[in-house]
């Protein structure tokens, strides 16, 4: 075993590798993840991380008020970092060997909006109920829904990336866009067909420079200032982030 002994001291020169490869959102999520494990215990050896510390890790996060998908995802984060530890030899043996990291398949978060919400958000949208920075945060979140495009991801796509896509039908040709871009965090490419007219209202194409962006969102704390007070005023109870956005992935 390497000299230093400490899980902390290892784990922030691994993050400051993994700057180099991995989205900056990753990389605050892992520290995250490593500042609640700090919390509960300041000071931790790898000697003292054993199958009973991962037991009290889950308990202290479960009493500390977190969803359960949430301490999983917690979970997934510390084996990744104790499965780092054991190629560099800090440790023989991942104690999650014995602990079973459950994917919770149901959603658990009851502010996750209907899809009566949605149309409600719609119909205010469309009506004109709202302008300036409102609108604007009411299209980008609309246009999140639909998609499941995060708040990091659809403010960098471009016109550039609606891609034309002729369909033929009974000798009749329409042409749909096709949303093409990667994701920030995993570099995966995707293809969004924009075939339903509401959303295609949602790109306002007004451009002809195809290099600008297709949407100028606030900074992520006005966004959810401003959406909260959206979500108030149309009578929605749920306290609504933008995150909670592309968790909807309502389709119309």
Known sequence: MPGNTNFFVFAEKE???LKLT???QTIKTYRNCINSIKRMNPVLTFDEITLGFIQSFHTHEVISGNLLNTVYKKHAIFKFFLGLAIDKEYISKNPYNKFKIK??????????????????????????????????????????????LSYAEFQNVKYVDLKPVII???DKETTYALLCNQRLKTKVKYKIPI?????????????????QHIFSPLTNWRTNKLLKEIISELNIDKNMTFHIARHANLCI
């Open 168 to 170: 033929k039908e009974n």
């Open 103 to 148: 994917k919770i398949m149901h959603g658990q978060n009851p502010d996750i909006l209907s899809e009566n919400e949605l149309h409600i958000l719609q119909e205010a949208y469309d009506k004109g109920k709202y302008i300036g920075g409102k609108r604007e945060v009411l299209r980008n979140f609309l246009f999140s829904c639909y998609t499941s």
């Open 22 to 24: 991995r989205a900056s």
């Open 15 to 17: 993050i400051e590798f």
């Open 195 to 211: 075939v339903s007219p509401v959303i295609e209202s949602l790109l306002e194409r007004k451009s002809e420079n195809a290099c």
